[in-house]
């Protein structure tokens, strides 16, 4: 069985929506100088919440709206827990994923099984039919679409606007933020609350349009390759894209493999996306590269105003 | 208005007071979520946290489970806290508990059949350097290319979760088992058995192995320079170094304590409770283990006694399963309920509250 670059590439995208999403959001997280390692607790919750809301309303936006919310929600708990009861961010964060994960297979319980409606695809008209490009980018859901006007809307604010030099501000040294003036806990928390919402959409990505199911566990470690991949942009949205891609691109091209029956051991392929994730991730924190001097100073310490 | 102010150093009373506090804080917060679920929130909290020590009808079966669910949380977590000690963070540890019980399992498989009495203290020692060995990759990553850990040791986790699933259809698969997935049953055959030592109990080799990591922990970091180190790391890493600490060291060492001790409890639940090799052998101790250690507040002694009521919950949630309908996942949301307040109540070791007067420049 032959593999179809046009299908691969146009399945690359898919794969890779959901992380870019997480990725993106976290991003933001860090930048403000909050590590939250709860990313694959708040997509999971993102999942099942898209999933219960768009089976019942039938309505995908109305799915995706929840599921944003649901992400959001989560990443409340966490905001609470570590800007007003100056919890180490670290255990917070895996708290927040072990929560998560518990949680939503409760929430799933009575959903599993059922089908979501289907999300439509964009035609846009010219676009969508032209030979090779057309099946590989323009036919995609209006969330794709989404996600990379946010990187770039992500990218913008943080470059050109004195919102984004508040925050990545805050996130270098919230002691002279905060002796500017600048509210650090409420600039943290909002950053915190967008990055749960991205990573709700994201995990609604995958039970809404890749799978389309609900499985518990569904996410399988993607929020992690998310927060992998933060380091491996150097917090950079530009870069944090970029390698979201890339990594979407292995997860496609594995998938086919498994399917095309080649001689490479099924298991051997199902954990390549993990395998390399670290393997860049060792690349990157390696040597004399620029990621390590990239990352905000502030970077998950615990900021107690005493003025 | 409410002010913190930070303590010199975290205050004694509030350590010991606030996993209690927290744990009575999870009953009301969990009964509230047992009550959405439509269920009586006293009776849930009763078959939970009661009915397995003490009601006449389940007792004599769930006693006994408490040791064999508490022996690898605790042997888990002990490992754990070293390293969150020294600000080492090792979240990686079901998978080296995966890897422990296939290295082991392996080991003995190959002396298919046996009687020799050797086989099984050699299938500890496999399932231990398993343990290690899985520890050592993001160990040796983050001292020689500063490779954050976190992100190593979880990923690990999956890809033992995928080698597990190749290991039970592949090359540790029954060829007596009429081709269904998993291993001989190691359990059954005397060889490889690690058997209930006391009987009814729960009581067995890792189990026993787990209190006496417990004293040995104790010991470490209270007597020994070792333990010493691993707390400066934690507290004063600048301090530590001026100290003379080597920090390569202090992490292959935490690392590899703690992916040992995951790899034992790995082989002892695979040749005792567990009894083989299966696709969905893991269970996420290796998870649960990681709330133990702050429940404990990375204490040994304290390590004990989470382990131990993080075991009833186990217990109490499949009873609560059985008797009441309630879904096995509602107990791992209860568990995350429990570290979100005492991360929350941490607050009151660290700091003071005082009301802000208003007006005072």
Redesign the interface.
């Known amino acids: 069985m032959a593999i179809d670059p046009v299908t691969l590439m146009a399945a690359l995208i898919v794969a890779s929506t959901p992380i870019l999403l997480a990725a993106i959001g976290e991003l933001v997280v860090e930048k403000a100088g909050v590590l939250n ?1 709860g990313v694959e607790g708040m997509m999971i919750i993102g999942a099942v919440s898209g999933f219960a809301i768009a089976v019942q309303t039938g309505s995908p936006t109305l799915g995706f709206l929840a599921a944003a919310v649901g992400g959001a929600l989560l990443a409340l ?1 966490f905001g ?2 570590t800007q007003f ?4 961010q ?3 964060g ?3 994923t ?9 929430i799933g ?1 009575s959903i599993s099984g059922a089908t979501p409606p289907p999300v439509a695809r964009l035609n846009i008209p010219g676009l969508s039919e032209m030979p090779v490009l057309g099946p590989i980018l323009f036919s995609h859901t209006a969330m794709v679409y989404f996600s990379v006007a946010l990187v770039i809307a992500v990218w913008a604010v943080l470059k050109f606007t004195h919102v984004g030099l508040v925050l990545r501000a805050v996130g270098e040294n919230h002691d002279a933020a905060h002796a500017l003036g600048y509210k650090v806990i409420r600039i943290r928390l909002m950053a915190i609350l967008f990055g749960g919402a991205c990573a709700g959409l994201g995990g609604a990505f995958f039970s809404m349009v890749r799978v389309p199911q609900w499985t ?1 566990g569904m996410t ?2 993607a929020g ?2 998310a ?2 991949l933060v ?1 491996f942009g150097s917090w950079k949205p530009g870069r944090v894209m970029l390698g979201a891609y890339l990594f979407g691109g292995i997860t496609a091209l594995q998938l086919r493999l498994q399917a095309a029956g080649i001689a490479i ?3 051997l392929l ?2 390549s996306p ?2 390399i ?2 393997i860049v ?2 690349i990157m ?3 004399k590269s620029r990621a ?1 001097l990239n990352a905000p100073a502030a970077l998950g310490k615990v900021f ?1 105003a ?1 003025g | 208005m409410f002010k ?1 102010e ?1 303590r010199p150093s975290p205050s004694k009373p509030w350590i010991l007071a606030t996993p209690i506090l927290a744990v009575i804080l999870t009953m009301i917060a969990g009964g509230l979520m047992f009550a959405a ?1 439509g269920k009586n929130p006293f009776e849930a909290i009763r078959i939970i946290f009661w009915d397995p020590l003490f009601s006449q009808q389940f007792a004599a079966y769930s006693r006994p489970q408490l040791l064999v669910k508490a022996g690898p949380l605790i042997l888990i977590a002990i490992g754990l806290s070293l390293g969150f000690r020294a600000g080492i ?1 090792n ?1 990686g540890a079901e998978g080296q508990y995966i890897m422990g019980a296939i290295a082991g399992a392996s080991f003995g498989l190959t002396f298919y059949p046996t009687e020799s009495v050797w086989v099984f203290p050699g299938m500890v020692i496999a399932g231990a350097l398993g343990g290690w060995a899985w520890a050592m990759i993001p160990a040796i ?1 983050k001292t ?5 850990e ?3 040791s ?6 033992a979760e ?2 597990l ?2 290991a039970a259809v ?1 090359f540790l698969r029954n060829p007596e088992g009429s081709g269904f997935p998993g291993s001989r049953q190691l359990n059954r055959i005397e060889a490889f058995s690690n058997p209930e030592l006391i009987a009814n109990t729960g009581m067995h080799w890792g189990v026993l192995l787990a209190f006496i990591s417990v004293i040995a922990a104790y010991i470490l970091l209270n007597k020994h320079l070792v333990g010493y180190q691993i707390k400066l790391a934690g507290q004063a890493p600048r301090a530590a170094r001026f100290a003379g600490v080597n920090p390569t060291r202090l992490i292959l060492l935490c690392m590899g304590v703690s992916g040992i001790l995951a790899g034992l409890a790995g082989v002892f639940e695979v040749t005792g409770p567990a009894g083989q090799i299966s696709i969905d052998f893991n269970v996420g101790y290796g ?2 283990a ?2 133990v250690a ?1 429940l404990g507040r990375l204490h040994p002694v304290g390590i004990l006694l989470a382990g131990l009521l993080m075991a009833l919950t186990y217990i109490g949630g499949e009873l609560a399963q059985l008797m009441l309908g309630i ?11 429990l ?2 307040f005492l ?5 009151l070791s ?2 003071r509250i005082r009301m802000r007067k208003e007006g005072v420049a």
């Open positions: 390692l708990i609470v827990l009861f100056l919890s180490n670290v255990a917070t895996l708290a927040l072990l929560f998560g994960l518990g949680l939503s297979s409760l319980e518990e399988a470690g992690w390759i927060l992998a380091v051991p099924v298991e199902a954990m993990y395998l994730t670290i991730l060792v924190s390696s040597g390590a107690h005493t | 913190l930070k679920l963070w979240i990553l020689h290319f500063r490779t954050n976190i992100l190593v979880l990923l690990l986790v999956y890809v995928k080698f699933a190749s592949g998870f649960t990681i709330i702050f879904p096995a996942s509602a107990i791992q949301a209860f568990q995350g309920m570290l979100f991360l929350a109540l941490d607050v660290n700091y």
